[in-house]
């Protein structure tokens, strides 16, 4: 049942067993798991079912540290969620996709050179719930295997010279089991209220703090409603759900689970930046790529191979986990230049270069006499830089070979930072609410991590004759630019210890009774692969939990 919230009296209660905030990824998945049941759920969503501009105005906030994407643009608050956002096209297929492949069992453990790492369970004790999660995505038979989806003879594998680099096997599954397959089977459920355009803008709690009473609820045209519930899971997004937790003050003045200060912290992304170019060896290398070229079906589901580090070389190099994919092209020679000639120039050329400038506008540059200083002075090292400009000049005017390769795009963990967090900031959104800030920071050790592990391929190719990586950085030059994948993760992180996570195991926010979350906000870390899939899969074990110690009390 679908219910407008804004044709509710102003004032009205909603009582259910089992409230869900947020209809996205996270919370459709569990609110699928009561469909037909003995339950009484209700879904809130704030948006409706398609998109409209004044209700995603309330995602508006600053970016106060690393530069990032609006956050008004990186979410989408309507039915489904982000999971409208996936866009990958996948040939023969109408459908959008978001790539998908669980975290590595590395990822799971406390590693002594990744601070504040670890999950409170291993991947050994995740897996029957990534197995469900694919079925659930449209994306099994269950498994990850090279060998189960690799042909020897179309699709080969490459076989690397010694334990270096491996091959890993993503999967694209659908938006559709939860825009319209889930979102049909929920609203038509008879135990299932679904309210839309409702936005939950204040958690009440008991006078104790150790439970929460009510959520309170408006609507953009001025209407407020309450809904009790005997559990609540907060699903709302690694950015939605610290606002919300940190805006409720009236009994807990640090905010709702913030005795330690923790809400809020750890907020984590997936980096990418560019790396550089594989030049395949010859042009059989790179035809026998394509298990990593293009996406195609195997059993009928959308895969792709990627090239990643294996597990020994982050152990014994101390690295973050990262994965490279690879995108054909084919292009001049001269595309290279960049990577065979390096652009790192001398004091001296860029003195030069500010010079002639200069006289070229007939009027002397600030500071004359040091520039002067400095091309005198390095006469040999400038003498070097002008034969490479010429000598790339000159391959650009006169060398029309073409080559084929790989452009490389990478996406890598970045490690858990308590300084990197989501907070309130002063301005307010139509509802009164206080707008979130992002203060995204990102360690140097991350980057420097990244280029470690190209450098270790590169070895790895080389070493097989399989070709070479080209890098437009050296080991003491950070990317200029680097960027996140719209992967909001960690800000309310998961550990047994309250004093070190928001969640415990299960997902309950520690000290309160009846407060779960739900969503990558509870990742303690990331990873390189996509959340969705390991999103889908807690979502799975939290709904098994809350039947676990529900049933006969709600039955």
């Known amino acids: 049942m679908i219910i407008d919230a804004r044709s509710l009296p102003n004032g009205h209660s909603i009582d259910a067993d089992i409230c869900i905030v947020g209809a996205g990824t996270a919370g459709l998945t569990v609110a699928n798991e009561f469909v037909n ?127 270096r680099a491996s091959t890993v096997i993503f999967k694209f599954g659908s938006k559709y089991p939860f825009i319209r397959d889930h979102a049909g089977e929920i609203t038509s459920a008879a135990n299932i209220s679904t309210y839309l355009h409702a936005n939950v803008i204040e958690i009440e709690m008991a006078e104790s703090a150790g439970t929460v009473r009510r959520l309170r609820v408006a609507c953009l045209d001025g209407k407020r409603h309450w809904v009790s519930a005997r559990h609540f899971i907060l699903a709302t997004g690694a950015i939605e759900i610290p606002r919300l937790l940190l805006a409720s003050r009236a009994v807990c003045h640090a905010g709702v689970g ?33 298990l990593y070229a293009n996406i195609h079906h195997v059993n ?92 790339k000049r000159a391959r650009r005017m006169f060398c029309k070979k073409r080559i084929q390769y790989f452009e490389l795009e990478n996406m890598s963990e970045q490690s858990p930072n308590p300084d990197s967090r989501v907070v309130l900031g002063q301005e307010r959104d139509e509802l009164g609410m206080p707008r979130a800030n992002l203060d995204w920071q990102v360690n140097r050790s991350d980057l420097d991590s990244a280029k470690r592990c190209l450098g270790i391929l590169d070895e790895a190719f080389r070493r097989g004759g399989l070709g070479k990586i080209l890098v437009d950085l050296d080991e003491h030059t950070p ?77």
């Not at 508006?60 to 039915?79: A, C, E, M, Q, V």
């Not at 030049?279 to 026998?288: G, I, K, L, M």
């Open 258 to 290: 913030n005795g330690h200060d923790l809400v809020g912290r750890y907020f984590m992304e997936h980096i990418h930046f560019s790396l550089g170019v594989f030049v395949p060896a010859t042009p059989v290398v790179f035809n026998a790529m394509g």
């Open 300 to 391: 009928d589901v959308p895969i792709k191979g990627k090239v990643c580090p294996t597990e020994a070389v982050l152990r014994q190099e101390q690295l973050l986990n990262l994965v490279v994919e690879f995108i054909p092209s084919i292009a001049l020679a001269t595309r290279l230049d960049n990577f065979l000639y390096p652009r790192i120039q001398s004091t001296s050329f860029e003195s030069l270069k500010v010079l002639v400038s200069a006289m070229r506008r007939s009027r002397l540059p600030d500071q004359v006499g040091q520039h002067l200083s400095r091309v005198v002075s390095g006469i040999d090292s400038l003498s070097v830089d002008i034969y490479r400009n010429l000598k």
């Open 37 to 163: 049941q003995s339950y009484r759920v209700c879904l809130i969503e704030s948006g409706g079912m398609k998109p409209d501009r004044q209700t995603q105005s309330l995602y508006k906030g600053k970016n106060i540290g690393h530069p990032y994407y609006r956050l008004d643009t990186s979410r989408s608050r309507y039915f489904g969620g982000s999971t409208n956002r996936w866009d990958i096209a996948v040939g023969g297929d109408d459908c959008s996709r978001a790539r998908m492949r669980p975290f590595d069992p590395i990822d799971f453990e406390c590693r002594d050179w990744v601070p504040h790492s670890g999950w409170p369970f291993d991947r050994a004790h995740l897996d029957p719930y990534y197995d469900r999660a694919q079925e659930r995505c449209r994306i099994a038979p269950p498994g990850f295997g090279v060998e189960d989806w690799s042909d020897p003879q179309n699709t080969p594998p490459i076989r690397f010279h010694g334990d």
């Open 479 to 555: 990317p200029e630019r680097f960027i996140g994948g719209w992967h909001h993760m960690g800000t309310t992180r998961m550990h047994n210890d309250p004093k070190q996570g928001v969640v415990d195991r299960n997902c309950r926010v520690h000290g309160i009774d009846n407060l779960f979350i739900a969503g990558p906000s509870v990742f303690p870390t990331g990873g390189y692969a996509n959340p969705s899939l390991t999103i889908v899969a807690l979502s799975l074990r939290l709904a098994d939990h809350l039947k676990k110690i529900c049933g006969s009390a709600l039955s």
